[in-house]
């Protein structure tokens, strides 16, 4: 029992493409598997296209899945530290209410479980984590 | 926290057009800013971002020139620039406004192995 868990990894996983590249599945399915597997997932960074992800107001066709409400329930029932580049959502125009209210916007569309955030958090989340795991580009 | 780990950011996207491009620089100064040792490596169209006397202004984008400059001053002192990338474009080392090494196909093998990390962007 000891020895196995020795082999427990801390993940910092980071995704660069948006909700229509299959990189954005690709990366849930592994994050899935590495819980699945008794690792951790320290930290999940979202940058460039894929801060659309955190945007609450995409809508899908009902007979196709939904990969940003499927992000959002697994980083939700894990409990996961999810963090999406602020300048970069900004950008992009996905803001939480702290920020829409900032920029003075008329409208926020991100919240829990997303944070924005800075780039140092993906810098500290590789510095820290056993393995660092970038999908997309 | 451990000793930090050396990364290498290989960027491949080209300027400026793409935003890409910026976000890599970025996430370079923000490493640096941290602390943490960085290198890059100018890949594929990457190493456009390099080119001298770009005129992002006629296309209404921000250059990318002072972010460039700046590196040696964030402590981004290893830049690697692909020799392959630059001559498929027709370009030569002296036409980079960065003293960027040139390296071939067999010295990126082992210059990817000297790093902990590796990010593309």
Known sequence: ?137 | MAADLKSLLVISRHPPAAQAAREALDLALAAAAFGVPVSLLFLDSGVMQLLKGQESALIKQKSLTANLKALPIFGVEDLFVCQHSLSERGLQSNQLLLPAKPVEGAEIAALLEQYDQVVTL
């Open chain 1, 1 to 137: 029992m000891f020895e196995s868990r020795l082999n427990v990894m801390k993940f910092a996983i980071a995704l660069l493409a948006g909700p229509q590249d299959p990189a954005a599945r690709s990366a849930l399915s592994f994050a899935q598997a590495a819980l699945d597997g008794g690792h951790q997932i320290s930290r999940l960074f979202f940058y460039r296209d894929a801060v659309h992800l955190a945007s609450d107001l995409a809508v899908q066709p009902q007979d196709e899945s939904d990969i940003a409400r499927e992000w959002r329930e697994f980083i939700s029932s894990n409990e996961l530290d999810a963090v999406v580049c602020i300048a970069a959502a900004l950008r992009r125009g996905v803001l939480n209410e702290a920020e829409a209210s900032r920029w003075e916007r008329p409208v926020a569309n991100s919240g829990q479980p997303w944070v924005l955030s800075g780039l140092g958090q993906w810098v500290d989340a590789m510095q820290s984590a056993d393995r660092a795991v970038t999908f997309g580009s």
